[in-house]
């Protein structure tokens, strides 16, 4: 792509001013996803009986729509984000609600809903739109007096963790939650305030731990490996150390064969058995670079509230990262959640792609005093 | 100075505090930032490092790869050794062929050439399993590893192979009564096998009995040459060591390949030592006369009036080639007087008789390391007719094992020892209660002595190894009568009898006389050259030197100090 630096149009002041080097780290995950896609899921497509290329079919043909729907929505002013992020936000919430009357049940929990032969997970759309809607809130608390932004915030939030709790999908509720005590945090929230929510935040996972009996198997379960059936997260361990250092070659590993989960939260280990330990890193060092690259693009903010959003939305990234990596790897509870961009899942791609465009837009290069709204 | 600088924003116009606030807010955002990115480069470095030693550096890694084929090693069901370490069962890993019949694309052309090679194998059936609609038929179990190879040759589509255990047993038909079998999900269904099932599935160690598979081999091939010689239906010999109570051999004929129990009829699996109960004849006569002695209303030399035979209500008690003259306790045991053994009996009592018998453990069934063990036929009430019977072995029926453990005790000392299978460590004390005292077992080993040398069993002699024993012939009860002509001939012997070491028994079911023994099928002419033959293979395999028997303080171990006629 070639444009001139005189070009005007909208397409040649997005490209001078997004930042490249972490489009093309996405658009790397996203093509390390595609490959693990169609390694990982004809096994398990297989498996439910479905025809091998099922998933594959299903993943690489929404993903153009994603990607595109990422562009777009990163072509977006400030102020368009933040409407659209309300309006998703509104939509989502009320999608949330929804799932509780006409939602399908999967697996004891009650987290999609049916919209013209899709199944949407509304919970993953709260997600970046509740951060860039927080971080407003926040902002503007700070730049308007009078403005009761962080009393909404916290009465949202409790609206949306409640929700998300009925479900139960304490999973979310653990990323929302995170995203939204960071967004605080960095709007300069007390630290007699960070201490006292953090270690209330300590005190539901000590809470959920008793109320939810699958959460506490898993923590038991990891606490205790002879205590229960550590039967995927044995094999997982054991797909890396099949992998080595450079994998048994994409399609060659045999974990997706036996993990009922090989294609969405144990994605990782497939990774590890068919491509390796140095393509591991490699995934590990694009997500590490988005996120850290976009933090210290943000120390030159002007702007609280472009400050805000898109820290909350690296960190919702970078967490469902983190946490999807460390529970293969044996170093947290196993939790489910996507590996962003690389984990199968329609919704979780599209909000994904939501969420970086988000990410895309406000980070931008702008020039002025930092009144953008 | 935070002070002052409030003061100074105070004064400030509105725009311009919101400004500065938001400078010091947008400052604070940035601080904590910074705390936030250190926080999520640190988790990504522990992620990277985890990563690096889950793949490679992983030590634990290693031991989980060892660890897997040791577990299913110690799944195995445990080896059973002899006494001297001889596999008498093991276990093999075997691959058993399966199939998925959904994804056969032609079972009739499957069928025919699986037919062609594996042997067994019905086209036709085969043909119909292939062609159900179960998704899972067995093909056929425990292949030969060049079974298993040519199958897959043979590139059929829906085969598959299990790896299954499959129970081998060495020396086959040799110790099968002992050892028992499994059945094919080798779970065991006889003998040791069975008694412990549970303790050879958990156990790493294999399992020692007390068997000696070369005195197990000399028993099997003396017990069938009789068996042969005589054409009796069976057979049953044993060897116990006295020291111990270990069996050192237990052959019951017919019998079976363990390897293979089904191609043999169901009566092969019948062991004769432990489940059958006979009338033991004569050879109870050991109890009869340890008994007078030991109570000490009998001599040696005492004598009881046997010139006539003894009526009891509708029973005549006579002698087999009687004397018909007084004898002595001494000449009632060598000439195996019916009349003279009730007398004795007499004089001890039918309360004391039964007393005496329980003491040996006749009247239970005995105890050892096997399912098949039957209890004895003893009379109940106790009446005077079955005390008078019993004396001289007829009207109670024990097993062949129940004699064995007696006669150890009656020749070993006095000392009655739990019988076992399982070889005895050599530190643990061997348990023992005494039944008789010293006294009266040194007399009881003169007396059976004397038989081998001057009376029934002489064919037992061995020159050199002092056999004693007793022989002992009864016929056999069919339906409730005695049936003629079909015997239970007997010996029960011990050597060397100045010192036993070793308790040899032998018997022959429904032995048939022929010329070299003038027709006779009685024990003394039927199984005591067996004895012989038994006892002059052990001393050689053990390595026991002969006596000389002429030598003055061999002769004196074991004079009967009674005049015999």
């Known amino acids: 792509m070639i444009f001139a630096r005189t070009d005007n149009s909208v397409l040649s002041r997005w490209w001078w001013t997004v930042d490249r080097w972490t489009l093309m780290a996405i658009g790397l995950i996203v093509a390390f996803g595609a490959l693990l896609t169609m390694a990982a899921t004809p096994a398990v497509a297989e498996r439910l009986g479905l025809e091998p290329f099922y998933f594959v079919k299903r993943q690489l043909g929404l993903l153009p729509f994603a990607l595109a729907m990422m562009l777009a929505v990163s072509m977006l002013s400030p ?95 653990l990323v929302v939650s995170a995203v939204w005590f960071t967004q605080f945090f960095l709007a300069g929230l007390r630290l007699l305030w960070v201490v006292a929510l953090g270690a209330l935040g300590f005190a539901s996972i000590v809470a959920a731990y008793f109320v939810f009996p699958h959460v506490a198997s898993r923590i038991n379960r990891f606490m205790d490996p ?148 | 100075m935070a002070t002052r600088l409030s003061d100074l924003v105070r004064y400030l116009p509105a725009r311009l505090r919101i400004e500065g606030t938001a400078k010091q807010t947008l400052e604070t955002a940035r601080h904590r930032l910074v705390i936030t990115g250190i926080l999520f480069a640190l988790a990504f470095t522990i992620v990277a490092l985890r990563l690096v030693d889950v793949t490679v550096l992983k030590d634990a890694g290693e031991p989980r790869l060892a660890r897997a084929p040791k577990a299913e090693l110690q799944m195995g069901r445990a080896d059973i050794i002899d006494r001297n370490g001889v596999l008498l069962a093991t276990s093999l890993a075997t691959a058993s062929l399966y199939a998925n019949p959904k994804l056969v694309i032609d079972p009739a052309d499957a069928a025919a050439k699986l037919a062609r090679t594996l042997p067994g194998i019905d086209a036709k059936e085969t043909a119909a399993k292939l062609a159900s609609d179960r998704s899972f038929v067995w093909i056929k179990r425990n292949l030969t590893p060049r079974q298993q190879y040519e199958v897959n040759r043979l590139g059929i589509p829906g085969l598959f192979f299990q790896r299954e255990e499959h129970r081998v047993y060495p020396h086959g038909v040799l110790t099968s009564h002992v050892v028992g079998f499994t059945n094919i999900d080798n779970r065991g269904l006889a003998g040791i096998e069975q008694y412990y099932d549970e303790w050879l599935l958990q156990s790493s160690e294999p399992l020692q009995l007390s068997i000696d598979i070369r005195v197990q081999h000399l028993l099997r091939e003396e017990l069938a040459a009789s068996i042969d010689e005589f054409q009796a239906i069976g057979g049953a010999a044993m060897v116990l060591d006295l020291a111990t109570g270990e069996l050192l051999g237990m052959v019951s004929l017919p019998d079976f390949d363990a390897n293979n129990p089904s191609q043999s009829p169901p009566e092969n699996r019948f062991n004769r030592n432990t489940l059958g109960v006979y009338e033991p004849g004569s050879t109870f006569k050991i109890f009869n006369t340890a008994m007078a002695l030991d109570y000490g209303v009998s001599t040696l030399a005492t004598s009881y009036d046997a010139t006539k035979p003894i009526h009891v209500s509708r029973f005549t008690i006579s002698d087999y080639k009687g004397k018909n003259r007084w004898l002595s306790v001494a000449e009632i045991f060598m000439y195996s007087s019916n009349i003279g053994s009730v007398r004795m009996m007499l004089d001890v009592g039918r309360e004391r008789q039964r007393e005496f018998l329980d003491r040996f453990g006749f009247l239970k069934a005995p105890t050892i390391e096997l399912p098949e063990v039957a209890a004895p036929l003893v009379p109940s009430p106790w009446r005077d007719v079955n005390a008078m019977t019993i004396s001289f072995g007829h009207g109670i029926s024990v097993t062949p094992l129940q004699l064995v453990v007696g006669t150890a005790a009656i020749v070993n000392g006095g000392i009655l020892r739990p019988v076992t299978l399982i070889k005895r460590r050599g530190d643990e004390p061997i348990p023992g209660e005494r039944v008789i005292s010293a006294r009266t077992s040194e007399q009881m080993r003169k007396l059976m002595r004397l038989v081998v040398e001057k009376g029934s069993g002489k064919s037992a002699n061995v020159p050199g190894y002092l056999v004693g024993g007793k022989t002992g012939t009864a016929e056999k009860i069919v339906n409730g009568r005695y049936k003629k002509d079909s015997r239970i001939s007997s010996f029960v012997g011990a050597f060397p009898m100045n010192a036993p070491r070793f308790l040899v028994y032998a018997m022959l079911d429904e032995p048939k006389g022929n010329k070299s023994t003038f027709g006779y099928a009685t024990a003394g002419w039927v199984v005591a050259p067996m004895i012989s033959r038994i006892v002059s293979r052990i001393a050689a395999l053990y390595g026991i030197a002969p006596v000389d028997e002429t030598e003055p303080a061999v002769r004196d171990q074991l004079l009967v100090n009674v005049a015999v006629r």
């Not at chain 1, 971080?135 to 009393?151: H, S």
């Not at chain 1, 497939?270 to 694009?286: F, P």
């Open chain 1, 79 to 173: 102020r368009e984000v933040r409407r659209l992020a309300l309006v998703g936000f509104v939509i989502s919430v009320v999608l949330l609600c929804l799932t509780f009357v006409i939602g399908a049940e999967i697996k004891g929990a009650r987290r999609w809903i049916n919209i013209a032969g899709f199944s949407l997970q509304p919970s993953e759309f709260v997600k970046p739109t509740f951060a860039v809607l927080a971080a407003w809130l926040f902002a503007q608390q700070r730049k308007q007096e009078g403005f009761p932004g962080d009393l909404i915030a916290i009465v949202l939030y409790l609206v949306v963790l409640g929700l998300l709790l009925r479900q139960p999908d304490v999973g979310m509720a």
């Open chain 1, 226 to 373: 002879n205590s229960g059936d550590t039967y995927q997260i044995s094999t997982a361990l054991e797909a890396f150390l099949n992998g080595g250092l450079f994998g048994r070659g994409p399609g060659e590993g045999t974990v997706k064969s036996v993990l009922p989960d090989a294609h969405a939260d144990f994605v990782f280990a497939v990774a590890g058995e068919e491509l390796g330990l140095i393509a591991c890193l490699m995934i590990v060092g694009l997500f590490a670079f988005v996120v850290l690259r976009g933090f210290i693009r943000l120390l030159q903010e002007q702007n609280l509230f472009i400050l805000l959003a898109v820290a909350g939305l690296l960190v919702q990234f970078g967490l469902q990262a983190l946490v999807n990596m460390g529970s293969t790897l044996h170093l947290m509870p196993t939790k489910g959640m996507t590996l962003p961009f690389i984990s199968y899942g329609g919704s979780s791609l599209l909000a994904l792609s939501l969420g970086m465009g988000f990410m895309l837009a406000l980070s931008r290069r702008r020039y002025g005093t930092g009144e953008v709204l």
